[in-house]
């Protein structure tokens, strides 16, 4: 029980798996790491992002929180976004969140949590509130959940697209694109919510919707 052997014995499995179906998979993933995007996720366990895109390790840079919060102050998701960024120069920044949210829900009904998780989802709890009377306008309680968590989705591009570090991106023409989908649990599929900025003008449009 300590060693978790069941882990390692399937983590052995894979390596033997992946190497015998893709011969030289490791020795290449060996070199420098060239993604092609950015996934700033949830930490909710059943959202893999790699299993759920069908990509393979190497093509995502990977910053999971609970519910997706974009946070200036939050020290991890700016550093993995500079790295990103500035190092990676990856061109697209998924915001993902997924219907189903357990933050989302504890943030909806004022669900007491105390210490860091409380005052992580603040945020999320004052974007509620502030939509107020539009979500009390859905009789439908699970509507009202599926909602939030776009909307989330939704401010957290916002948030994301006025990052200093993004706008110095688009001020010295670097191609950045921020993006925002959803993902439902139950059916297994991405949905785009339709809102990409690939501009300071876009963010500023975003921002005065």
Same mark, same amino acid.
């Given at each position: 029980?300590?060693?978790?052997?069941?882990?390692?014995?399937?983590?052995?499995?894979?390596?033997?798996?992946?190497?015998?179906?893709?011969?030289?998979?490791?020795?290449?993933?060996? $070199?420098?790491?060239?993604?092609?995007?950015f996934w700033i996720g949830?930490?909710?366990?059943?959202?893999?992002?790699?299993?759920?895109?069908?990509?393979?390790? $190497?093509?995502?840079?990977?910053?999971?929180?609970?519910?997706?919060?974009?946070?200036?102050?939050?020290?991890?998701?700016?550093?993995?976004?500079?790295?990103?960024?500035?190092?990676?120069?990856?061109?697209?920044?998924?915001?993902?969140?997924?219907h189903g949210c357990g933050?989302?829900?504890?943030?909806?009904?004022k669900q007491e949590l105390?210490?860091?998780?409380?005052?992580?989802?603040?945020?999320?709890?004052?974007?509620?509130?502030?939509?107020?009377?539009?979500?009390?306008?859905?009789?439908?309680?699970?509507?009202?959940?599926?909602?939030?968590?776009?909307?989330?989705?939704?401010?957290?591009?916002?948030?994301?697209?006025?990052?200093?570090?993004?706008?110095?991106?688009?001020?010295? $023409?670097?191609?950045?694109?921020?993006? $925002?989908?959803?993902?439902?649990?139950?059916?297994?599929?991405?949905?785009?919510?339709?809102?990409?900025?690939?501009?300071?003008?876009?963010?500023?449009?975003?921002?005065?919707?």
């Amino acid at each position: 029980m300590r060693l978790l052997r069941d882990l390692f014995d399937k983590n052995a499995e894979w390596a033997r798996r992946t190497e015998a179906e893709e011969p030289g998979f490791f020795t290449r993933l060996t $070199g420098e790491q060239t993604p092609h995007f950015f996934w700033i996720g949830c930490s909710d366990s059943r959202v893999p992002a790699e299993q759920i895109t069908g990509l393979m390790p $190497g093509d995502l840079f990977v910053h999971r929180n609970v519910a997706n919060l974009v946070a200036h102050q939050d020290l991890s998701c700016q550093a993995a976004l500079q790295y990103a960024v500035d190092v990676l120069r990856i061109r697209h920044v998924l915001v993902v969140g997924h219907h189903g949210c357990g933050g989302v829900r504890a943030a909806m009904n004022k669900q007491e949590l105390s210490g860091p998780a409380g005052e992580w989802l603040r945020p999320l709890r004052e974007l509620y509130e502030q939509k107020r009377e539009y979500f009390e306008s859905w009789s439908d309680d699970q509507a009202r959940w599926d909602k939030l968590c776009e909307l989330n989705v939704i401010a957290q591009v916002g948030a994301l697209s006025r990052t200093p570090l993004i706008e110095r991106a688009w001020d010295r $023409g670097q191609e950045l694109a921020v993006h $925002g989908w959803i993902y439902d649990l139950r059916d297994g599929r991405l949905q785009d919510l339709n809102v990409t900025i690939t501009s300071k003008a876009e963010a500023e449009s975003l921002s005065s919707s």
